[in-house]
Nanobody, 128 residues
Framework: QVQLVESGGGLVQAGNSLRLSCGAS????????MGWFRQAPGKEREFVAA???????????AYADSVKGRFTISRDNAKNTAYLQMNSLKPEDTAVYYC??????????????????WGQGTQVTVSS
């Protein structure tokens, strides 16, 4: 099992940047697929980005269309940490952001039910 703890959320003005971090416990972090999801009030949880392990030291990244070109997902296996760099933030990016992890097959569907482990979430608020 893995435990996930997010940090880095906050209040920013539109156009600014934030970097979210997701610290993970466990000794096999490098084999986990890692993802970021978000949930705005009154909306369903939605996929933001994923960095999927494809074997050896190779990873594949995927993004929701709404964040492509603005957000970057990355990971540092030596630190057991995944990151979400968010640039050019917009008010519609306001949500609670959740870190997720899974083993086994990578998920390319963006379906939250495919992910096994979740953090507690961190609030991101973008003011106009």
């Amino acid at each position: 099992q893995v435990q996930l703890v997010e940090s880095g959320g906050g209040l920013v003005q539109a156009g600014n940047s934030l970097r979210l971090s997701c610290g993970a416990s466990g000794r096999t972090f490098s084999a986990y697929h890692m993802g970021w999801f978000r949930q705005a009030p009154g909306k369903e949880r939605e996929f933001v980005a994923a960095i999927n392990w494809t074997g050896a030291n190779t990873y594949y990244t995927a993004y929701a269309d709404s964040v492509k070109g603005r957000f970057t997902i990355s990971r540092d296996n030596a630190k057991n940490t995944a990151y979400l760099q968010m640039n050019s933030l917009k008010p519609e990016d306001t949500a609670v952001y959740y870190c997720a992890a899974k083993l086994g097959r990578p998920d390319y569907s963006g379906d939250p039910s495919m992910w096994n482990y979740w953090g507690q979430g961190t609030q991101v608020t973008v003011s106009s």
